[in-house]
């Protein structure tokens, strides 16, 4: 079994099938972790997680604000909905 193409991300979930984690002991050119495809998929892991989270160094300020996405495609810490959520039990 081959190493799939690189990431699922952001369509999917990756598995250990597309980012496989050798041990110090996997040799590079081992079955399922040839080095070059390891690498390969963990950048493209990386670039489509940077894409769908976007640019910003900035840290949240005010309790409550959480990281979302501006349409120009950076982040930007943002109130949330405060309103409590009603929280209904079934009791038996």
Do not use: R, Y
């Amino acid at each position: 079994m081959a190493i799939p193409s690189p990431s699922n991300f952001p369509g999917a979930l990756d598995t250990t099938a597309e980012q496989p984690s050798p041990l110090s002991t996997t040799e590079l050119d081992a079955t399922n972790f040839l080095h070059d495809k390891v690498h390969t998929n963990h950048s493209s892991a990386l670039i489509a997680l940077q894409t769908k989270m976007g640019i910003s160094a900035s840290v949240p300020t005010t309790p409550g604000h959480v990281l979302s996405v501006t349409s120009s495609g950076t982040t930007a810490w943002a109130a949330v909905d405060t309103d409590p959520i009603p929280l209904i039990l079934a009791l038996s």
